[in-house]
């Protein structure tokens, strides 16, 4: 009930899987960043490859275009397989993008905390499910002003919001990837609650 029907050969299904982790590894943060000129972002602030480490630069048309890049691999994996092979191999594509992106092998297996390309998949799964996602982050941001926190709350909801929608077959996926959002959190989540996370507009 909770997992899309498996209608193709294994085969198929395996290089779906291999050529979806294979886009989700491209560390679109350090290509961005060097192409600016702005030197190895593994060497600045967190050290993270994602967009957010990206701002700590100082350059927002850099993080912007690493938030797109980073958003767009997970959604044109799913895209792709979804058109070309149907939903399961859509869902497959979807959850191997996004362990590239955490896990890139280019990287040594160390790679981002996921948020952007979580949100690309989802939207590209269920745009409905995904705004829904993003509207949540935003609504949180508002309150609270902390970016790590939007994202466990929004990863934390989105079951919810896909059983509402009537889409039982991707709680499955879902709840794997919130759940490797927290686990991939766990620094911001003590941070969180010491009370000395970064809060958004915070020098």
């Not at 058109?83 to 993008?97: I, K, N, P, R, T």
């Not at 996602?133 to 079951?159: D, E, G, K, Q």
Request: glycine share 12%; charged share 10%; net charge positive.
């Amino acid at each position: 009930m909770f997992l899309p029907e498996i209608s193709n050969a294994l085969p198929l299904l395996g290089a779906v899987a291999i050529l979806s982790y294979l886009l989700g590894s491209i560390p679109f943060g350090l290509v961005i960043t060097r192409v600016f000129g702005l030197g190895d972002l593994r060497q600045i602030g967190s050290g993270n490859i994602g967009a957010t480490n990206v701002l700590r630069t100082g350059s927002k048309p850099a993080a912007l275009a690493t938030l797109l890049l980073d958003s767009g691999k997970g959604a044109i994996a799913v895209l792709l397989a979804r058109v070309l092979a149907g939903e399961d191999a859509a869902q497959l594509a979807g959850l191997m993008s996004f362990l590239g992106h955490l896990f890139p092998i280019w990287l040594g297996f160390k790679g981002g905390k996921g948020v952007a390309t979580y949100l690309g998949t989802l939207l590209a799964l269920s745009f409905f499910a995904g705004l829904a996602a993003c509207l949540t982050w935003l609504v949180v941001a508002a309150i609270f002003r902390i970016s790590s926190l939007s994202a466990l709350v929004a990863a934390l909801l989105v079951p919810l919001w896909l059983w509402l929608l009537g889409l039982p077959q991707m709680i499955a996926l879902a709840i794997c990837l919130g759940a490797l959002i927290w686990v991939r959190h766990a620094e911001n989540i003590k941070r969180i609650a010491a009370g000395t996370e970064s809060r958004i507009g915070k020098k």
